[in-house]
């Protein structure tokens, strides 16, 4: 294989152009340079999904990849966009706190979990009523420098182009665009996959989210908040707030709706000041069983699908180009629970 191109320059085909271009691969990435997510995603790295309080699925393979994959990516453009970061979550129960205190002693969660025995009942300035525990090994990544360094790079490199494609250009059977003949061409759309006429039983919704961004001398600088929604501090007395998750809101437009949700959450956690300065809008690209998306097309081959990072594209994307780069270039299976395979009766 030696000509690819990649159809969207999001967190999945940018990342998979990264690791192409490793393989001396020729790539072209085509984006429609329409922000639908991986720009105004909050970046946030975190192995826990809370409400059970679980271990993200591959949490343990995926944060160390994806923890050095950035850290050679800021050497590589000679920009800083990683940070450590402490996650508290308050727990809004006695139920949630008690699933940490179960499983802060099991082996698989101790690069994750504190282990803790007040559950810091007081924190200050907080409504700490059924105390909190501290996520280990998290980190963020400021995904709009994050993506502004992806994509200067890409270009630098003469890989990027801007436009959005046109089927009518495109032959799947030759794999010819614009008349250039490719060796593969992978669809990593994010939420427009809907729009493309391929991979349709992947069935890739969108779902809308919101964040507020605020400014504020009081919220605490050294942590982010968690409680039914995050507060993310950015430094400098900025923070984001989020998030929403909205379902069959097609419209890549900020609500008022949201804004007052929103409040709610941070009203949830704390009495502290705060001035709302801002408001952005993004759609996550998410599949019904909640796994990614990977795989050929069964009929077309060559026509290949990277997608579904829905939640958790910051973690994600890093190990799964990887896996998907293998799998194109050497035919390594790709993780069972990923197949686009799994959609084909
Ligand atoms: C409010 C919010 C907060 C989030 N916070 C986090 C977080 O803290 N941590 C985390 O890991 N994830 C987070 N996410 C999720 C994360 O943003 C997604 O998982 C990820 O960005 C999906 O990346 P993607 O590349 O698949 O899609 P996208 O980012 O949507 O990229 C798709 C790209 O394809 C291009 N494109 C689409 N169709 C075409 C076409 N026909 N022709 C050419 N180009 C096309 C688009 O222009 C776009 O650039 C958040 C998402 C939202 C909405």
């Given at each position: 294989?030696?000509?690819?191109?990649?159809?969207?320059?999001?967190?999945?085909?940018?990342?998979?152009?990264?690791q192409?271009?490793?393989?001396?691969?020729?790539?072209?990435?085509?984006?429609g340079?329409?922000?639908?997510?991986?720009?105004?995603?909050?970046?946030?790295?975190n192995?826990?999904v809370?409400?059970?309080?679980?271990?993200?699925?591959r949490?343990?393979?995926?944060?160390?990849?994806?923890?050095?994959?950035?850290?050679?990516?800021?050497?590589?453009?000679?920009?800083?966009?990683?940070?450590?970061?402490?996650?508290?979550?308050f727990?809004?129960?006695?139920q949630?706190?008690?699933?940490?205190?179960?499983?802060q002693?099991?082996s698989?969660?101790n690069?994750?979990?504190?282990?803790?025995s007040?559950?810091?009942?007081?924190?200050?300035?907080?409504?700490s009523?059924?105390?909190?525990?501290?996520?280990?090994?998290?980190?963020?990544?400021?995904?709009?420098?994050?993506?502004?360094?992806?994509?200067?790079?890409?270009?630098?490199?003469?890989?990027?182009?801007t436009?959005?494609f046109?089927?009518n250009?495109?032959?799947?059977?030759?794999l010819?665009?614009?008349?250039?003949?490719?060796?593969?061409?992978?669809?990593?759309?994010?939420?427009?996959?809907?729009?493309?006429?391929?991979?349709?039983?992947?069935?890739?919704?969108?779902?809308?989210?919101?964040?507020?961004?605020?400014?504020?001398?009081?919220?605490?600088?050294?942590?982010?908040?968690?409680?039914?929604?995050?507060?993310l501090?950015?430094?400098?007395?900025?923070?984001?707030?989020?998030?929403?998750?909205?379902?069959?809101?097609?419209?890549?437009?900020?609500?008022t709706?949201?804004?007052?949700?929103?409040e709610?959450?941070?009203?949830?956690?704390?009495?502290?000041?705060?001035?709302?300065?801002?408001?952005q809008?993004?759609?996550?690209?998410?599949?019904?069983?909640?796994?990614?998306?990977?795989?050929?097309?069964?009929?077309?081959?060559?026509?290949?699908?990277?997608n579904?990072?829905?939640?958790?594209?910051?973690?994600?994307?890093?190990?799964?180009?990887?896996?998907?780069?293998?799998?194109?270039?050497?035919?390594?299976?790709?993780?069972?629970?990923?197949?686009?395979?799994?959609?084909?009766k």
């Open positions: 294989m030696k000509n690819v191109l990649i159809i969207g320059g999001g967190i999945a085909g940018g990342s998979l152009a990264l192409l271009i490793e393989q001396n691969i020729n790539v072209t990435v085509l984006d340079g329409q922000n639908y997510s991986s720009v105004i995603a909050s970046g946030m790295v192995p826990m809370f409400r059970r309080m679980n271990l993200s699925w949490a343990a393979e995926m944060l160390p990849y994806a923890r050095s994959f950035y850290n050679d990516l800021e050497q590589k453009f000679g920009i800083e966009f990683l940070a450590d970061l402490k996650i508290r979550r727990f809004s129960s006695d949630e706190r008690g699933y940490w205190e179960k499983k002693h099991q698989r969660y690069d994750f979990l504190t282990v803790h007040d559950f810091h009942k007081q924190v200050p300035n907080a409504k009523e059924f105390g909190s525990g501290l996520v280990k090994s998290a980190f963020w990544i400021r995904s709009e420098v994050f993506m502004t360094g992806l994509h200067d790079y890409l270009s630098q490199q003469g890989v990027l182009n436009a959005f046109n089927e250009l495109f032959n799947a059977s030759k010819t665009y614009c008349s250039e003949k490719y060796d593969a061409v992978v669809f990593c759309c994010g939420s427009a996959n809907n729009k493309i006429s391929f991979f349709e039983p992947a069935n890739i919704q969108y779902n809308r989210g919101q964040i507020l961004e605020l400014e504020s001398k009081e919220l605490p600088e050294g942590e982010s908040w968690n409680r039914k929604g995050f507060l501090p950015l430094g400098s007395n900025k923070f984001k707030l989020g998030a929403t998750y909205e379902w069959n809101e097609p419209e890549l437009s900020i609500t709706e949201a804004r007052e949700k929103l709610v959450v941070i009203q949830r956690i704390t009495d502290l000041p705060y001035k709302v300065v801002g408001q809008v993004g759609m996550r690209p998410t599949v019904v069983d909640r796994r990614p998306v990977l795989g050929m097309h069964p009929k077309h081959k060559g026509l290949f699908i990277f579904g990072l829905g939640t958790k594209g910051y973690m994600m994307a890093p190990l799964l180009s990887k896996e998907m780069v293998d799998f194109m270039l050497k035919g390594t299976p790709l993780h069972k629970e990923v197949e686009y395979a799994r959609f084909i």
